[in-house]
């Protein structure tokens, strides 16, 4: 049985006059909204632990009104997710140059990244699951990238998960590492912050960094560390410790290492628990590194839905991801695409409840 794309809806309009689409998938579970511009989770209501569902993502009414606000909420990311320093790279003996748009470096793929982007949306006719493709083909030199890059990216739900699912190939050699921007409130979008979530996340290593936020090429424990999330632990037990890590990013803003290279299965990434409302977020991924931000440039100056100001900590971010500035740090995995070869990547979003106790954390 296949299950047609349902319901489609008008998301506004751009300032230069173009219309904007969201399209709902849902089923007993769970109800996703995604629009085709940066291919943008609106919004996902999951359900408590006494079965209401309540919308846990940080979001916005309208078109106009994510473009006003910048940032990537919800958004898909690519070329690169993360930082490339000094928005530069030397492959194959040649370099390239990336427009700066973070500093000196470039993020998520440059200022036209493809969170910035209209997908196009094609049939999801092969899924037996409400699902929605979106496709875009990045031209050759597009935000200084070589190579034309195709590049898909499937969403669908099935049973208590939100599945994206990234292909990409490429017709030059290229970088290409890509993600997803969703910022989390399991307890609700309305809620003030986030930091009382008690968070696991299974790494003995995380990537420090530079007083730019680029990483500088080792890769340390974290135990004995703020960045030590091994047993389960609330996001506001450690955030203000006067760590030089946290002080760069204002918050955490740091990437954990999964494994050393693409999985072949999603491998558990992380975990949080909202002991209020019982809800549970679990990622899976077969990426190798995963982001974790809380949120630490909302600054108040955007209200969400309902007219929510949206402040520090409002929401926090997984990004399962390559490791950031990967090209120039040769022990990292690679992020560089060829043209024989086929980019993978896979991203599950999990939602679960706990019991009425819920679970602890330090």
């Not at 910035?116 to 699902?131: L, M």
């Not at 999964?258 to 975990?271: F, V």
Request: with cysteine.
């Amino acid at each position: 049985m296949t299950r047609p794309i349902t319901p489609v809806e008008l998301f506004g309009q751009t300032p230069d006059g173009r219309s904007a689409m969201v399209y709902t998938l849902e089923n007993s579970r769970l109800r996703v909204r995604i629009t085709d511009y940066g291919g943008r989770m609106v919004s996902i209501e999951a359900p408590d632990r006494l079965g209401r569902r309540g919308d846990v993502l940080l979001g916005f009414d309208d078109v106009a009104t994510y473009m006003k606000a910048g940032g990537a909420f919800g958004a898909l990311l690519g070329r690169n997710a993360n930082r490339i320093a000094g928005g530069s790279f030397t492959l194959d003996g040649r370099a390239y140059h990336l427009p700066a748009n973070d500093g000196t470096s470039t993020l998520h793929g440059g200022p036209v990244g493809f969170d910035k982007v209209f997908w196009k949306v094609t049939s999801a006719a092969a899924h037996s699951t409400p699902a929605l493709v979106l496709t875009h083909v990045s031209p050759d030199g597009d935000q200084g990238f070589p190579g034309d890059l195709s590049v898909q990216a499937t969403y669908r739900l099935d049973g208590d998960s939100l599945w994206l699912e990234f292909e990409a190939h490429a017709t030059k050699p290229t970088l290409v590492s890509l993600s997803a921007h969703p910022y989390f409130n399991l307890a609700g979008a309305e809620i003030d912050d986030a930091l009382g979530h008690v968070v696991t996340i299974p790494s003995d290593m995380f990537l420090p960094t530079d007083d730019k936020q680029i990483p500088t090429g080792e890769i340390r424990s974290v135990a004995g560390t703020p960045f030590d999330f091994r047993k389960p632990t609330r996001l506001d037990a450690r955030i203000r410790r006067a760590d030089p890590q946290l002080i760069y990013g204002t918050g955490y803003d740091q990437c954990f290492v999964l494994g050393t290279g693409q999985a072949a299965a999603p491998r558990l990434g992380a975990r949080a628990l909202d002991p209020t409302s019982g809800r549970i977020l679990e990622i899976h991924t077969t990426q190798p590194g995963l982001q974790l931000y809380t949120g630490n440039k909302l600054n108040g100056s955007v209200a969400g839905r309902g007219g929510v100001i949206y402040r520090q900590s409002a929401g926090f971010a997984f990004e399962p991801q390559g490791f950031p500035d990967a090209p120039h740090h040769p022990a990292f995995p690679s992020t560089i695409l060829r043209p024989e070869e086929k980019y993978t990547a896979i991203i599950r979003y999990r939602f679960m409840v706990s019991g009425n106790d819920g679970d602890s954390g330090a």
